[in-house]
């Protein structure tokens, strides 16, 4: 009840009340008796007025107790990194968390008293998100205990966040629905850990095998494609099984090569080159293999730009690069070939193609080991690619969408450190 309601129901029965006991006095109550009844009068409103008074005050001191429990409650829930909100046994929201309001985009939505599928009608964004809240919150209730879940939930910006959430459910003692508290926790970093540390481990037993058994396979490799070769010489009724033999000889000699490449890292000596020269010597060493393909490479460098790098890695980072953008294109494709200097400090390489792009279940893998795309592909190249970059201090982003194409950028410092020391 609000103070004005309070002072004006105060107001009306005092008036009230002396009219009404002024009258009752003056019709009932005997002259000579009437100012001792007065006073009884005046002395009985006090004592009312002051236990309705003492009431009240005890009231509002337990009111303004329950604020500042709640104010409290509300300064530790908003300070927590995590979503908290607090549900009626029947769903309804009655607190939540100014983390969980701006992650649902909430910010400015009266929302107690709402239910999830009330709410979602406020966000187009996170419509299916709440709405699936109300399937897990009931079997939370049905499970009768503390459910733990992972979800993951997209981000406005493209990316993904991963929850790790909790759902508490309260019940009264006679088993019906009291609340529900969820909390969730961004673990997001803890999962990107977790998947970096797998494709690590994958990385570093693909590099053992390749330390292994990788110079074991060449040597013997060798001498079966000599002896191809020789039989050839002598056998022309053959020439075809031949020349198919050749040509699977030189792919597993290939695949062998990238394999070596993943062993354990070699010191590597950084000289300064012009990158420019580098780009255009793949693109030359690959324009048959483009007209074979009709396909048409676009690449006008505007002046050199000399960075320090190992020469033959770059090579062969943009062989695998171009080569892919090359075989993704459709017949009369095009792939074009950027180099872009970046703020006198790194240098930006893009490699762009209109061809069959990379599916989307595939994007979120690339670069590990024996994963690929394509049917005869081995999954090695990208690998070895980014293990490239990331030895020169680099950064690779590639973006896809199928049916339209695919954008590789590689930035890599012009000044590298590996080489200044």
């Not at 001792?36 to 005046?42: A, E, H, I, M």
């Not at 939930?153 to 929850?163: A, E, N, Q, S, V």
């Not at 540390?197 to 570093?204: A, D, G, V």
Request: proline share 2%.
């Amino acid at each position: 009840m609000k103070k004005r309601q309070i002072l004006w129901i105060y107001i009306t029965f005092g008036i009230s009340w002396i009219i009404i006991t002024d009258f009752l006095v003056e019709k009932y109550i005997p002259l000579e008796m009437a100012m001792t009844v007065q006073k009884v009068k005046g002395i009985f409103f006090i004592f009312l007025t002051g236990i309705c008074i003492y009431f009240i005050l005890k009231k509002m001191e337990e009111l303004n107790s329950c604020k500042e429990q709640e104010e409290k409650l509300s300064t530790l829930i908003n300070s927590m990194v995590d979503f908290v909100t607090f549900k009626d046994g029947e769903g309804r929201w009655v607190k939540a968390n100014d983390f969980c309001l701006k992650l649902f985009q909430l910010e400015n939505v009266d929302y107690q008293g709402k239910k999830d599928f009330e709410l979602a009608e406020h966000t187009d964004f996170y419509r299916k998100s709440l709405l699936y809240c109300e399937t897990s919150d009931e079997e939370a209730w049905n499970n009768q205990e503390i459910t733990r879940c992972e979800e993951e939930l997209p981000i406005p910006d493209g990316t993904i966040k991963y929850f790790e959430t909790i759902k508490v459910p309260l019940f009264y003692e006679d088993g019906n629905r009291k609340g529900l508290v969820v909390i969730g926790r961004d673990i997001t970093d803890r999962k990107l850990a977790e998947e970096h540390l797998r494709k690590k481990e994958k990385l570093s037993i693909v590099g053992e095998l390749a330390a292994s058994v990788g110079h074991e396979i060449r040597n013997p490799l060798t001498s079966i494609k000599g002896f191809v070769h020789l039989l050839a010489k002598k056998d022309k009724t053959n020439e075809t099984y031949y020349d198919i033999m050749t040509k699977e000889l030189d792919r597993i000699n290939h695949i062998v090569g990238e394999l070596l490449l993943l062993a354990k890292p070699q010191k590597m000596a950084f000289s300064t080159y012009d990158l420019k020269e580098i780009v255009g010597d793949i693109v030359s060493l690959l324009q048959t293999q483009a007209n074979m393909n009709n396909v048409t490479i676009h690449f006008q460098p505007q002046e050199a730009i000399f960075i320090d790098c190992e020469k033959n890695q770059l090579k062969q980072l943009f062989i695998n690069l171009i080569k892919n953008a090359i075989e993704a294109c459709k017949e009369k494709g095009n792939v074009s070939v950027n180099i872009v200097k970046n703020h006198n400090e790194n240098v930006v390489v893009t490699v762009e193609d209109d061809g069959i792009g990379i599916p989307e279940d595939f994007q979120k893998r690339l670069g590990e080991p024996f994963y690929s795309s394509k049917e005869k592909g081995t999954g090695l190249g990208l690998t070895v690619s980014h293990k490239i970059v990331q030895q020169h201090d680099g950064k690779i982003e590639i973006t896809s969408k199928e049916e339209v194409g695919t954008k590789i950028k590689i930035q890599l410092p012009i000044k590298n450190a590996k080489h200044m020391s």
